[in-house]
Structures are given as C-alpha cells and as structure tokens.
C-alpha cells in the first residue's frame, strides 16, 4: 500500500509539474508575442507620427517657395501696369510717333539743305547734328540743335528762314536720317562743328566745301 500510495503522489506531482511547465511557458509565449506585437505597433505609430511630421515640416518649408514666386509675379506685374500708366500718362502713344516722325523729319530736311547732295555729306551733316545732341555744351534735342541761335553753331537755311519754308525733306535724306537715328555713324562723338571754314580744335575730315572739325572739350 506504502509503495502504491508513493507512486500516485509520484505521478501526481509530475503532473502537477508537467500542467505548471505547460502553463507558464504559455504565459512566456503569450507575453513574447504580445511584445512582439506592441513594439511592431508602437514602431508603426512612431513611424506615422514621424512621417506627419515631415510632411508638416515639407509643408512649411515649400510654402514660402511657391508663396514668394507668386508674390513676386504679382508685384512684378502691378510694378510693369504702373509703369506703363505713368508713361502712357506723361507721353501718348501717339505723341511718341509724332516725336518720333518729326525727329526724322527734321533732321532730315537739315541733311538736305546744308550737305552737297552727296550721301557721304549727308551722313556727316547728320551725324553733327546728333554728336550735338549728345554734347552738354549743346542743346539735347535734334529741334533745338538746328535752331540754336548762337552765331556759331546757327545753320544758314534756319538764318535765312529756307528750314521754314515750308519745303519738304527728299526720300534720300529721309533714309540717311533713319539709319543715324537706329545708331549709323561715319564720326567720332566730338566732331561737332561743320562749315566751310575752321573752328573747333582740330580739322577731322573735309568733304566737299564742309570742314568737320572736333573739340577737345570734355562734355563731348
């Protein structure tokens, strides 16, 4: 009876042991898997929260780009209409042509009654005419060039009133006028005195009865 009875209390701690070993490294499965399961979880949310805040950040960052262009574009914009209002405002269109025609005219006509009738006379006759334009010691305009009344700058045909007459420009002159006026030149900046006599500093060219001299001065 003795060895029955130690035999069954043998087999039942056994038992006992193996439902204990069974049930505890079910619990260690258990919390191994559910710690797997967190972390993977828990890296997934980390993983989103980073990636909202990147987006955020990208959002931050580009806005600025795609806001200053478009700011720019519209400042740009408004700059170029006021620029335009304001020269539309101070000059007409239509009085720029006007301008414009009766530069060409002008100087022209100036070509045809002070050179030879050649078109190398023609050039320089016009050429001085702009070379003063551009001098300081003349006047800044074509019109006031030619009718500048100082004795020795006045031009004959504005002296005895032939500019006025009424008369008008050849097409010839016309085209010399046009090619000085889009940048043509036969002279340097300085030669600014044409006559049938020497003045300035210094005698440049003659073509014809025409001595075109220079200056030495330094607005020129």
């Known amino acids: 009876?003795?060895?029955?009875?130690?035999?069954?209390?043998?087999?039942?701690?056994?038992?006992?042991?193996?439902?204990?070993?069974?049930?505890?490294?079910t619990i260690i499965i258990i919390s191994i898997c559910f710690t797997t399961v967190y972390a993977a979880v828990n890296n997934s949310e980390v993983e989103e929260k980073?990636?909202?805040?990147?987006l955020q950040e990208t959002e931050q960052v580009s806005?600025?780009?795609?806001?200053?262009?478009?700011?720019?574009?519209?400042?740009?914009?408004?700059?170029?209409?006021m620029m335009e209002e304001l020269s539309l405002e101070?000059?007409?269109?239509?009085?720029?042509?006007?301008?414009?025609?009766?530069?060409?005219?002008?100087?022209?006509?100036?070509?045809?009654?002070e050179s030879d009738g050649s078109e190398q006379d023609r050039l320089a006759v016009g050429n001085v005419v702009l070379n003063r334009v551009e001098c300081k010691n003349f006047p800044n305009?074509?019109?006031?060039?030619?009718r500048?009344?100082?004795?020795?700058?006045?031009?004959?045909?504005?002296?005895?009133?032939k500019f006025d007459s009424g008369i008008e420009p050849s097409e010839e002159a016309i085209q010399i006028a046009k090619r000085l006026l889009d940048g043509e030149r036969i002279f340097p900046h300085n030669?600014?005195?044409?006559?049938?006599?020497?003045?300035?500093?210094?005698?440049?060219?003659?073509?014809?009865?025409?001595?075109?001299?220079?200056?030495?001065?330094?607005?020129?």
Request: hydrophobic content about 35%; glycine content about 4%.
């Open 63 to 81: 806005k600025p780009h795609k806001v200053i262009p478009l700011l720019m574009d519209c400042i740009d914009e408004e700059q170029e209409q």
């Open 141 to 146: 305009t074509i019109q006031e060039v030619i």
């Open 50 to 54: 980073q990636e909202q805040t990147n």
């Open 191 to 220: 030669v600014v005195w044409q006559a049938q006599f020497m003045q300035g500093d210094g005698l440049y060219t003659q073509i014809g009865v025409h001595y075109y001299c220079y200056t030495n001065m330094e607005n020129c």
């Open 1 to 25: 009876m003795k060895k029955r009875r130690k035999r069954y209390r043998r087999r039942v701690i056994e038992r006992t042991l193996a439902i204990l070993t069974i049930f505890f490294g």
């Open 90 to 113: 101070a000059i007409p269109e239509s009085e720029l042509e006007q301008i414009n025609e009766q530069d060409v005219h002008d100087l022209a006509l100036i070509i045809d009654l």
């Open 148 to 161: 500048d009344n100082d004795t020795y700058v006045q031009y004959e045909c504005v002296y005895n009133g």
